[in-house]
């Protein structure tokens, strides 16, 4: 067998796994991906809203994704990019407040004037820090205390750090307001200060068909409703991979890319200290109901909420995408962030819906039950993991001691927050690290695929 071309698994059809397979594939390697469910796309699947085909979970592209773009165009899906400007809102008081300029900031009734000057310099002063390892060692409260002052804290930074991680914020470094702050003031275009968001006609359900068609036109195997049970070495340099059903496939290398703790069970033959390291990462979930309503319920696309409320805040899609995809309905994503431990995760539909469904009602007086067309909920256990002190450092590696077995996921994301674009960062930076392993190693025999 050519040492240059290695039989490469994948296990996770998410976009980091789609993504990583493409980059292999044009490097002349053989690629299967290996997916457990029946359908492709991870986070960025999508599903039935009303008649139209749409993302589970709610995304936006950003002028600075420069490899989101960049993938867009390769699959031809460049044109079909739309960007829109939006505004930001914040429900705090029980009253709605649009801070989507400068102006509007200045005026904003919660906050002396002070207090505004104190957040934003904070703003300001975390969108100039490029550092980011000095922010690890330093608690997240400690230093928004600092910066922002004991009013601003306590009248915004808590309230919306509870809402997004609840009492694990406490736990939480400074990296995590960083890479937020880092994140949204990207989407602002240089000197007109603006909200630029884009998306992709049709969403994700149409950037994960083109890249599939993409990765079939490379010759890559995929394979879904296929969950993986375990992964271990062969003894013979190989790494054997068996599905739920004992069917057994012989890989020369393997890229896990799922969630930590099912990784470190699935992959029996790791030493006790990556399992460890493995085990420790905490990660949040997140239900998220795709609400569709007769009327529009504000002008923003988010709102951030301050109030107690049952979800983390108000994403209204349909103010960036066309209404006419949903039928002139508005789309809304109402997503609430918890540990899939929490007892709430399990509620059943309907004990989510009525909860979701009074809270909004109280909020916006010009809704009625009757303007509520559709209510679906998704659930995700692991969507990303919590930026604890020393974050970084307590990460397992990604070559791992199993020859030929190397687990990236979402938790080896360090310095920016969990979307696509990092996501694609993740796996350019990672992977010539992963194929130097690999050329390090030499084949013993040549694999056999059963």
């Not at 050519?2 to 039989?7: A, D, T, Y």
């Not at 899939?340 to 909860?355: F, G, R, V």
């Amino acid at each position: 067998m050519n040492q240059q071309m290695k039989h490469w698994g994948i296990v996770g059809g998410g976009m980091l796994g789609l993504y990583l397979a493409m980059s292999l594939a044009e490097k002349g390697q053989r690629v299967t991906v290996l997916e457990s469910k029946e359908a492709l796309g991870g986070l960025a699947g999508n599903w039935e809203i009303g008649n139209t085909t749409w993302d589970k979970f709610y995304h936006v592209i950003l002028l600075s994704d420069v490899r989101l773009r960049k993938l867009l165009k390769t699959l031809n899906l460049d044109d079909q990019l739309n960007w829109v400007e939006t505004k930001t809102g914040f429900y705090t008081e029980g009253q709605l407040y649009s801070m989507s300029d400068t102006l509007e900031f200045l005026q904003f009734p919660p906050l002396s004037y002070i207090d505004k000057l104190r957040l934003g310099f904070t703003i300001f002063y975390a969108s100039r820090i490029t550092n980011w390892k000095a922010l690890e060692n330093i608690p997240l409260t400690e230093w928004l205390m600092k910066l922002s002052g004991k009013n601003t804290f306590e009248k915004i930074w808590l309230p919306l750090l509870r809402a997004k991680l609840g009492d694990h914020y406490k736990h939480t470094s400074a990296t995590f307001i960083w890479t937020t702050i880092q994140r949204m003031y990207k989407a602002r275009r240089t000197g007109l200060k603006k909200e630029m968001f884009g998306y992709v006609n049709g969403g994700y359900s149409r950037i994960i068909s083109a890249l599939k068609e993409n990765l079939v036109n490379k010759g890559v195997e995929i394979k879904t409703g296929h969950p993986v049970k375990h992964i271990n070495p062969n003894g013979e340099g190989m790494v054997k991979v068996t599905d739920d059903q004992n069917q057994t496939r012989f890989f020369d290398e393997v890229i896990v890319t799922v969630p930590s703790s099912i990784a470190a069970e699935m992959c029996q033959n790791l030493s006790v200290e990556e399992k460890k390291r493995h085990l420790e990462i905490e990660y949040l979930g997140v239900i998220c109901a795709s609400v569709l309503l007769k009327k529009s319920i504000s002008p923003f696309y988010v709102t951030n909420i301050t109030d107690q409320t049952p979800f983390t805040g108000i994403i209204e899609m349909t103010n960036i995408v066309d209404k006419k995809s949903f039928q002139n309905n508005s789309l809304v994503y109402l997503p609430r962030y918890l540990k899939s431990s929490n007892p709430i995760y399990h509620w059943k539909q309907h004990q989510i819906e009525l909860l979701f469904k009074n809270s909004l009602l109280n909020m916006y007086p010009q809704l009625t039950s009757d303007d509520f067309q559709v209510f679906q909920v998704a659930r995700a256990p692991y969507v990303f993991a919590l930026p604890t002190i020393n974050y970084s450092g307590k990460l397992p590696p990604i070559s791992t001691s199993v020859p030929g077995l190397h687990i990236l996921n979402s938790a080896h994301i360090v310095n920016g927050t969990l979307n696509v674009n990092e996501t694609l960062a993740l796996a350019d930076k990672k992977l010539p690290g992963i194929l130097q392993n690999a050329k390090n190693r030499e084949l013993t025999y040549e694999p056999t695929i059963y």
